[in-house]
Structures are given as structure tokens and as C-alpha cells.
């Protein structure tokens, strides 16, 4: 191919939990006008990327900056973050019940043996 065609779109307040602090990010439906390059000058532009993962998790303070700057109030932020805070106490409540309801159900099944082989021993 010859050229590279780049879309930019808004950035809008997510919804993913999976956030340590400040608000999720994720692109809108609105976009700029795309912009051309020919393959040679977007080779020579662009960053390389890292393969390190952490370098590519963004900071908080990054994405708090990061909406505002497309247009988002304080007060959508602040409704995402806490969006996603409740979102992700909710799942660990349940990831922390499930532990729970398993330990029983395996408590449970181990009783069970322990009385079924005690009555089949008296019986013999």
C-alpha cells in the first residue's frame, strides 16, 4: 500500500472497572476528518511501541486530562469514576461470595463422604 489513512476519534468516559484509579477511558462515535499520509511519512513519524506493558497503561492524571481536553465536564468525569469504582467493588463482592459458596459446597461434599462411609462401616 501507499498511503495511510488515520481517523482520530473523541474520547468519551468509559465504563471498564479494570481501572486502579481516576476514570476509564474508550473512544466515542464522533471523529475528525481523516488525515493522509504517504507510508514513508507515517513510518518516519510514528512512535515505535514498547512491548513492555506497563509502559502502555496510562495514568489517571492522563486520562482525567485526556477527556478534558476533548471536551468532557467534571462532572461526567466524576460519574465515570465512580461508575467504575462501584462497578469493580460489585465483582470482587461476587468473585469474594463465589470463594465462599465454593469452600461450602466443597465442606459440604466432604461431610457427606465422611458420614455415607461412617453408616457403611457400622452396617458390615
Known amino acids: 500500500f501507499l498511503d495511510v489513512k488515520i481517523r482520530e476519534y473523541e474520547v468519551v468516559p468509559g465504563c471498564n472497572p479494570s481501572i486502579t484509579d481516576g476514570p476509564p477511558v474508550e473512544l466515542g462515535w464522533r471523529f475528525l476528518p481523516s488525515v493522509v499520509y504517504s507510508l514513508d511519512q507515517y513510518e518516519r513519524s510514528r512512535c515505535r511501541r514498547c512491548c513492555n506493558i506497563d ?3 496510562m495514568p489517571a492524571c492522563v486520562r482525567e486530562n485526556l477527556l478534558r481536553v476533548h471536551g468532557n465536564d467534571e462532572d461526567s468525569i466524576w460519574k465515570a469514576t465512580e461508575e467504575a469504582y462501584m462497578i469493580k467493588a460489585q465483582r470482587e463482592s461476587t468473585a469474594s461470595d463465589e470463594i465462599l459458596k465454593s469452600k461450602d459446597d466443597h ?18
Open 107 to 124: 465442606r459440604s461434599k466432604y461431610l457427606g463422604r465422611i458420614i455415607s462411609s461412617s453408616i457403611v462401616g457400622r452396617t458390615t
Open 55 to 57: 509502559l502502555l497503561k
